[in-house]
């Protein structure tokens, strides 16, 4: 079977993270996230994949080639979005087949064969996977008749204007003829082009229910709750490094005995933990960071070669790879930091922030100057 994982998208809500990695290559708990889509595939009979790539290909062309996979996996490139549905054209290059399409920013548990067999028995030209949600307002929403026949799209309602908490959960069966109604140039929406003219023309799309996990990994809060799922078990995933004391421990980790850490985290390869330094639950600390000295981060996650120095402070915090927290400075709760920034102490604008909310600390593109300038992430995309 060959599944398209829509992989290019710019990611904007989780910038500054993303404005140097994609967000599918964005570690989830130490692992790159589309490793785990791919491995989720491979666990429900996917035997070759295709990237539908676009922003930041090379990115994920150099990811691919050191990256063992234990299926078929390739990709294609857009020149400029295609949007949702010129992707699936562009990467569905057999269309004798059915065809798994699936978002690249979806952790889910959601059951894929007993979704094909429902598409199979009731006799489907296109499943959507539906997930009813309590706030709808940020998504696509999907309407369907008492059968679950989809019968239109609404696309992110105001609050309190939802017509049904039932969304599109961005995982798709399509049988073979579906691709070839694509218009083979310009950019194409799924849910805004292709289903409501496949709809008109009578073909049978129909929604999918079921009771699984799913984020869509799509703010901040969204990545550190995943997190915090992986780590209580709400969704079943892999952690690298060994389980000691509810704590994931990676390879030549130094932990001081007078530093103190909570269960459930994970502590990558390498990391040094110093004297009187505390990780609390909900943490990941990636591959070589280094906590000095009293430094103390709580419900954050950490990317790889990181340093944080004495007495500074973290709590739902997301920093990018090889950032430098200063000593003393407490980063407001929900900062989100690019890679490669340096937060020095008693940096104005760090404490301007505190108490703000969600802020983003840096533009990643100026890495090792200092702090790039603080703003208020927006909810709006
Ligand atoms: P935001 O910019 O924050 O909305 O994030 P996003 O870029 O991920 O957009 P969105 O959540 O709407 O996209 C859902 C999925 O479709 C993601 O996996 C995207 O990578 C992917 N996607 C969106 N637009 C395109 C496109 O034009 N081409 C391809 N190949 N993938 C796309």
New binding site residues.
């Given amino acids: 079977m060959h599944a398209i994982?829509?992989?290019?998208?710019?990611?904007?809500?989780?910038r500054p993270l993303?404005n140097t990695i994609?967000?599918?290559l964005m570690p989830l708990a130490n692992m790159p996230f589309v490793d785990r889509v791919i491995r989720y595939l491979a666990g429900h009979g996917v035997e070759r994949v295709t990237l539908?790539?676009?922003?930041q290909a090379d990115c994920f062309k150099r990811h691919i080639a050191r990256t063992k996979y234990p299926i078929d996996v390739g990709y294609v490139v857009?020149d400029e979005?295609?949007?949702?549905g010129?992707?699936v054209r562009?990467?569905a290059r057999d269309r004798e087949e059915q065809v798994v399409v699936m978002?690249?920013?979806?952790l889910t548990d959601l059951d894929l064969a007993a979704m094909i067999a429902s598409h199979v028995q009731r006799g489907a030209d296109i499943s959507i996977s539906l997930k009813r949600v309590a706030d709808p307002s940020r998504y696509g929403l999907v309407l369907t008749g008492a059968d679950g026949t989809v019968l239109g799209f609404v696309e992110k309602p105001g609050s309190g204007e939802a017509a049904t908490d039932e969304i599109n959960a961005?995982i798709y069966f399509f049988e073979p003829w579906v691709v070839g109604e694509i218009p083979i140039s310009g950019?194409c929406s799924l849910e805004r082009e292709l289903f409501p003219t496949l709809i008109d023309r009578g073909a049978r799309v129909i929604g999918y229910r079921q009771n699984c996990y799913w984020n869509?990994l799509?703010?901040p809060d969204d990545y550190l709750l995943a997190h915090r799922d992986i780590l209580r078990r709400a969704i079943s995933a892999d952690v690298p490094g060994n389980k000691v004391n509810g704590t994931w421990i990676g390879e030549g980790v130094e932990i001081s005995p007078r530093a103190e850490v909570e269960a459930p985290a994970v502590i990558g390869d390498g990391c040094h933990i110093a004297a009187g330094a505390h990780v609390g639950r909900y943490s990941v600390l990636g591959r070589g960071t280094v906590l000095a000295r009293r430094a103390r981060v709580e419900r954050s996650v950490v990317w790889e070669r990181n340093r944080l120095e004495e007495d500074c402070r973290l709590s739902g915090a997301i920093l990018g790879d090889g950032c430098v927290v200063y000593p003393e400075v407490e980063l407001p709760e929900g900062a989100v930091c690019a890679s490669g920034t340096r937060i020095p102490a008693k940096s104005h604008s760090v404490r301007e922030a505190a108490g703000a909310g969600a802020v983003a600390i840096g533009d990643g593109r100026h890495s090792g100057t200092g702090v790039q300038g603080v703003r208020q992430l927006s909810s709006s995309?």
């Fill in positions: 994982i829509l992989a290019g998208g710019m990611g904007t809500r989780l993303t994609p967000k599918p539908a790539l676009g922003y857009e979005p295609l949007g949702t010129g992707a562009l990467a978002n690249g920013d979806i961005g950019s869509d799509s703010t995309r």
